[in-house]
């Protein structure tokens, strides 16, 4: 038997997960030294690119009158190179007449051409891609004609193209860790790879060897066009790293003035070896945050009443400032690392445990605080003193990370300090890793039973949830059985709200596994990270299972935020899918909530002259990819890979079937999902 679950429905009603006061149940997560979550680095968020993106235009057509777009563009390589059409509806494209001219004059004709939505699940525009079979060097002409209609027509049109060659330009912030007030340095770098090669399937593929180009081997320029969270755009020219003319490094200050979204083009000009000139331009998303919640260095602990177990819990709550930018019950993700101190000549400091997980802003002896738990079974056979090491404090809708001390004491009473030192170590369980919320949430639910405000819950049921602004399931429902569907359709959501949603959805199931699509899988991983549901009762096989979820992040989130400034942005912009944001959510989600996750992934099929999901995808992504997730990004470290399946792409409309609508792994899932 199926449901559908209607998020509105649910929003004005407590979850039967919840705790008092209308609050969601968290996890309290822990593990041992060895599972430490250390931040993501500045690196892991660079945005590489092969392409150009070339001036917006709007044509204006009225009943007798033609518009036309022309621009010029610098082809440089000798190999086949690709264009890109995007616009806000395919009606717009149907209309558009598109020439190309070679720097020879003659009128190229493209050897492929498709079209397909553009975007990310259900945020997605209108796109056509053209590939041309060769590339002469120099400037080309591209004109667009919007011909004359029944009536005036204002369209928009987005143009982009790509290179089949060796030079890209990579971009990367001097931190990911962006805040209101710093400065961030935009560094660009332009590079090469070593060599072209066809591979065995006939594929044009690039060397993975590759080498920074120099300044003084014709690396001329690099430029910079930032949007500011006011819309306000400032051009400014970026410098030269200036101490090596071996590497073609160019950097520009940022300041994060307000906060928001900072949109950072990034032009670079030079010339090939050969004296050939080149141009590329990358895209980087910026995303600033206030300091809104400033750990002062007071820990204060307090002894945990805990009905369900023995073991000694303590309330560890680290002291916040008071300041304007401090609201109480808002939502912070926290974490920090046990160390013991016992005095120790050859080891004077010896890591034990991390504790973390989500928090509200809360009062503790009259002031805000956040607060973790700490179960002192992780401590037993360790010494005391205890330091906190490493301390952070994170926003939940960029995972930036507001607040950060390098060591507080752990100030545990001196008689738990000693009997921990003659303690024997601990075997580890899962209630030491997540706490008791399973028990407290059963002890809620019958309370709930006992006053007559809910009802008895279901039981043995899969969620299936789709993904970013979906419009509709992506699944074939005739594969699943015992299944709700999951429905907040056209919507734009971070990952911690999306969360929420499906605590919400599975409210009134005492069990259930889940299944999700793109970002759904993301948020399920999330959910089963930081809040207790019926998922984690659930028996009998696999409690998440995923497909085509991008754990590493999409360049195409930062590339949809550019054109949505131009076409409008549809159900919402939405930045957690890019590289930043995903590489920085997934550095505090704990080893064993991965494990639990088994991936499936699809790719283009290969053998072809043209190989794709969706053509202007390809131009933007690096290869393999299913037209929004490359394979690079696909890997959830920890988790189990179901493998890559060839010929399946990321939703509908793409140029093979989506990866939602293969019937027998389906049912292949339905069997071994956990109810």
């Known amino acids: 038997m199926a449901y559908r679950v209607l998020i509105s429905c649910f929003l004005a009603l407590a979850a039967l997960a919840s705790a008092e006061g209308g609050k969601y149940v968290y996890k309290n997560l822990a593990g041992p030294a060895s599972e430490f979550l250390p931040p ?38 000798e190999l086949a190179f690709s264009l890109a059409i ?11 007449e598109i020439k190309l001219e070679s720097p020879s004059g003659v009128l190229a004709e493209p050897v492929k051409v498709a079209d397909g939505p553009f975007g990310i699940d259900g945020h997605t525009y209108a796109s056509r891609g053209l590939v041309y079979a060769f590339a002469e060097r120099g400037q080309w002409v591209l004109e667009i004609n919007l011909e004359a209609g029944s009536t005036n027509t204002l369209l928009k049109v987005f143009p982009f193209v790509a290179f089949t060659d060796s030079v890209s330009v990579t971009v990367s912030a001097s931190t990911i860790q962006t805040l209101v007030g710093e400065t961030v340095t935009l560094n660009a770098e332009v590079q090469s790879e070593e060599a072209l090669h066809a591979n065995a399937e006939g594929t044009v593929r690039m060397e993975k060897s590759t080498h920074t180009l120099s300044l003084d081997n014709g690396v001329t320029s690099a430029s910079l066009e930032l949007r500011k969270p006011n819309g ?20 520009a200050p940022v300041a994060l003035t307000t906060p928001g979204s900072y949109q950072a083009v990034v032009l670079v000009r030079g010339n090939h070896p050969d004296g050939e000139p080149f141009e590329r331009s990358a895209i980087y998303w910026i995303n600033a945050v206030e300091r809104s919640a400033l750990l002062t260095g007071e820990v204060v602990v307090n002894k945990q009443k805990n009905e369900f177990t023995a073991d000694e819990h303590f309330s560890v709550s680290f002291m916040l400032e008071e300041n304007a930018k401090i609201q109480m019950e808002k939502r912070y993700r926290v974490y920090a690392e046990i160390y013991s101190t016992k005095a120790n000549a050859a080891n004077p400091s010896v890591p034990t445990a991390w504790i973390g997980g989500l928090s509200d802003v809360v009062e503790v002896d009259g002031k805000p605080a956040v607060t973790l738990t700490l179960n002192t079974a992780w401590l037993s056979g360790f010494a005391g003193p205890y330091d906190l090491l490493n301390v952070r404090v994170e926003e939940v809708r960029t995972y930036t990370t507001v607040s950060s001390l390098d060591r507080l004491h752990l100030p545990l009473p001196a008689s738990t300090a000693q009997r921990l030192s003659e303690a024997s170590r601990r075997p580890i369980t899962r209630e030491m890793r997540e706490g008791y919320h399973v028990q407290r949430r059963r002890q809620l639910r019958k309370e709930s039973l006992r006053r007559g405000n809910v009802t008895a819950p279901q039981a043995n ?9 979906s419009a509709v399931t992506p699944y074939s429902l005739e594969d699943f059985t015992d299944y709700i569907v999951f429905e907040d359709f056209k919507k734009s959501r971070p990952t911690d709200d999306f969360a929420q949603l499906i605590v919400d959805a599975g409210s009134e199931l005492s069990s259930f596994g889940a299944i999700g699509h793109s970002q759904g899988g993301v948020a399920l991983l999330h959910m089963s990270s930081y809040y207790s549901t019926g998922l984690d009762e659930a028996t009998g096989g696999r409690r998440l299972q995923s497909l085509a979820s991008p754990y590493g992040g999409t360049p195409l989130s930062g590339l949809l935020a550019v054109i949505g400034d131009f076409l409008g942005f549809g159900c919402g912009d939405n930045q957690d899918l890019s590289y930043d944001s995903m590489r920085k959510w997934i550095a505090m989600i704990p080893l064993a909530n991965r ?81």
């Open 232 to 251: 306000d755009v400032v051009d400014e020219e970026m410098k030269p790293d200036g101490q090596d003319a071996s590497v073609a490094l160019f950097s």
């Open 86 to 96: 995007i616009c806000a509806e395919q009606k717009d494209l149907d209309r558009l």
């Open 595 to 675: 494990e639990e996750v088994y991936y499936y992934s699809s790719q283009y099929q290969t053998g072809g002259l043209v190989n794709f999901c969706l053509l202007p995808s390809n131009l933007v992504l690096s290869w393999p990819n299913d037209g929004v997730v490359e394979e690079k990004s696909i890997g959830l470290d920890g988790g189990h890979n179901m493998g890559v399946t060839k010929g399946e792409c990321h939703s509908d409309g793409m140029n093979h079937p989506p990866i939602c609508k293969n019937h027998e792994r389906n049912r292949e899932i339905n069997s071994l999902a956990a109810r």
């Open 40 to 77: 993501a680095h500045a690196k892991e968020a660079s945005v590489k690119s092969h392409f150009r993106v070339l001036p917006a235009a709007q044509l204006s057509a009225g009943n007798t009158v033609n518009s036309v777009y022309k621009t010029n563009f610098l082809a440089d390589g």
């Open 461 to 469: 049921k899969i969620i299936l949830v789709h993904g970013y602004c």
